[in-house]
């Protein structure tokens, strides 16, 4: 160490200065009072024997005193600071703003603790543990959040026996207490106590009874309810081979568990244990085959996550290539191919689709349903089948693709064009949106009501006539009719399934699109709607 002497200008016959020594694991921080004229000059003493400095130097030359106490701190290994005051906490703790080494602060006085200090001790970042003489509700809830554990020394001495058996003797051990004792029935005194307990604590996770008492239990879960405390165990430490009464557990175990967060636990002895021995051999047996059958249930579970998953990720991957392919084409989806009128191609909408065959020559069209993830191009096979189980790529995917019924002329369009797609609810694509237009938000919105479909020749919009959901049948798949009178009688049947009256007429001079999935395995979801524009 150096001798260092600073002068400062005395302003009063009394000047309180700041003496820092080392005391035990602690940094100190003193009061050092000089009796002084005005006329005379203050110094600041940096030596072996003492720190000492006044609270204008510190204030106006923190990074020189920030250096010297580093130094220390470092050479002494300490982790500890101990203050006289919360006043001159405010002017030291900004000296430890950017230190790794100070971990608790040791606070002397007998006030409660200030909101001003508390946010001085926040931006220390190293700072874990503040024992202080007592603190307000607000400003502990505050040091919790910001995983600061705080230790009050102020003594609350309590009547009951309860707070007696839990050593709760101060407001820290209370808010930070995780698990209590109840080795009696509570009296009057207990159960206000516990309430106060309750009303308090932030770490309550175990309760244990020394004895079963229904009343007891009554009163604890009524306190921890009423408190908002949650997921609560309840150990009971009492050996109960009454089968009546371990019925009874069960069932207001459930009661409990279901609307009071709060679990209820049989604890029996090591004795009772070893006695019974056999017995707990088989339950352990059953608990052992319990959990193989849980593990490969979740191993099953799991195995169909992770398909679900990697399909996603390729549908995702298809998804982002067809974006690229609409951005690219979207300044000219509306214009004729400029090719002989005599040729197939003249009649394709737009260049859109020449894109879409390239990759797909089974290409019928693109259908876009509104406020769901459904904005795909459709495809038809040669069968129902082929693509519930390949995707765009005529690659083999769980997820499959939209495609229209292979019955279908997807040129001039039957008067039913139906259009399927498996429900993959999970993941949100192909039909997997489609639960959404059973809610009546979605159906009262006018917008949600027009489906887009787009052929390779026409651009169309079609109004949502008739939603439903329906047993297995395939009534509703039906695509051409030999008469008019019997298309009117289909559409009658349709119309009346609706779960909405949509105010739509339809007539068989009309076309209409259907949209069908799953909505289980012995359930479907559909959606008819008629050509519009």
């Given amino acids: 160490m150096i001798l260092y002497k600073g002068r400062i200008k005395i302003g009063g016959d009394i000047i309180k200065k700041i003496l820092i020594s080392i005391v035990g694991p602690y940094l100190y921080f003193d009061y050092k009072e ?4 005005p006329d005379l000059i203050n110094t600041n003493i940096i030596s072996e024997q003492e720190l000492v400095f006044s609270e204008t130097y510190i204030k106006n030359n923190q990074n020189i005193v920030t250096t010297f106490l ?11 600071i101990r203050i006289k005051d919360q006043n001159m906490g405010l002017i030291i703790l900004d000296l430890f703003t950017k230190s790794k080494s100070i971990k608790e602060i040791f606070i002397e006085d007998d006030n409660p603790i200030t909101y001003d200090l508390y946010l001085k001790i926040i931006k220390c970042k190293s700072i874990k543990q503040v024992n202080c003489y007592t603190i307000p509700k607000f400003i502990l809830e505050q040091f919790d959040k910001n995983k600061i554990n705080v230790e009050s020394r102020d003594e609350v001495f309590f009547t009951s026996h309860f707070m007696q058996l839990n050593n709760l003797i101060n407001y820290s051990k209370i808010y930070y207490k995780s698990s209590i004792f109840i080795d009696k029935k509570l009296a009057e005194n207990d159960l206000v106590d516990f309430n106060t307990f309750c009303q308090i604590n932030k770490y309550l996770k175990e309760v244990h009874l020394d004895f079963f008492d229904k009343d007891t239990i009554n009163k604890v879960v009524a306190n921890v309810y009423k408190n908002n405390l949650k997921n609560i165990k309840i150990l009971i430490h009492e050996n109960i081979t009454d089968m009546t009464l371990i019925e009874y557990l069960k069932k207001i175990n459930k009661t409990y568990g279901k609307k009071y ?12 244990i070893s006695n019974n021995l056999f017995s707990q051999l088989v339950v352990n047996n059953i608990k052992m085959c319990c959990v193989i059958i849980l593990s490969i249930f979740i191993a099953f579970f799991a195995v169909v996550l992770f398909n679900n998953y990697k399909d996603r990720k390729s549908v995702a991957k298809i998804e982002n290539n067809l974006a690229k392919i609409v951005e690219k084409t979207k300044d000219n989806t509306s214009n004729v191919n400029k090719v002989p009128d005599n040729t197939e191609e003249s009649k394709k909408v737009n260049e859109l689709f020449n894109s879409l065959l390239d990759i797909n020559k089974d290409t019928v069209g693109w259908l876009t349903v509104n406020n769901t993830t459904i904005d795909y191009p459709v495809v038809q096979a040669s069968d129902n089948d082929y693509y519930l189980s390949n995707d765009f790529n005529q690659e083999k995917n769980y997820n499959g693709w939209i495609f229209a019924d292979y019955r279908n002329n997807m040129e001039d369009l039957d008067a039913n064009t139906i259009i399927y797609g498996h429900n993959k609810y999970l993941n949100d694509t192909m039909f997997g949106s ?12 006018p917008d949600n009501l027009i489906i887009r479909f787009d052929n390779l020749y026409q651009q169309m919009q079609f109004k949502i006539f ?10 509703y798949l039906t695509t051409s009719f030999s008469s008019k009178t019997s298309f009117k009688k289909f559409l009658n049947i349709i119309k009346n399934r609706s779960i909405k009256d949509f105010e739509t007429d339809v007539t068989p001079d009309d076309k209409i699109i259907t949209l069908s999935t799953c909505a289980d395995k012995n359930k479907r979801i559909v959606i008819h709607a008629v050509l519009r524009d």
């Fill in 466 to 475: 008739s939603v439903y959901k329906i047993n297995k049948t395939n009534d």
């Fill in 34 to 37: 000089d009796n002084t004229t």
């Fill in 70 to 80: 580093d130094e220390i701190v470092t050479e002494r290994k300490i982790s500890k």
């Fill in 261 to 272: 967060k709060v679990e209820l636990k049989l604890v029996y002895s090591s004795e009772y």
């Fill in 434 to 445: 489609l639960n959404n237009v059973l809610n009546d938000e979605w159906l009262n919105n």
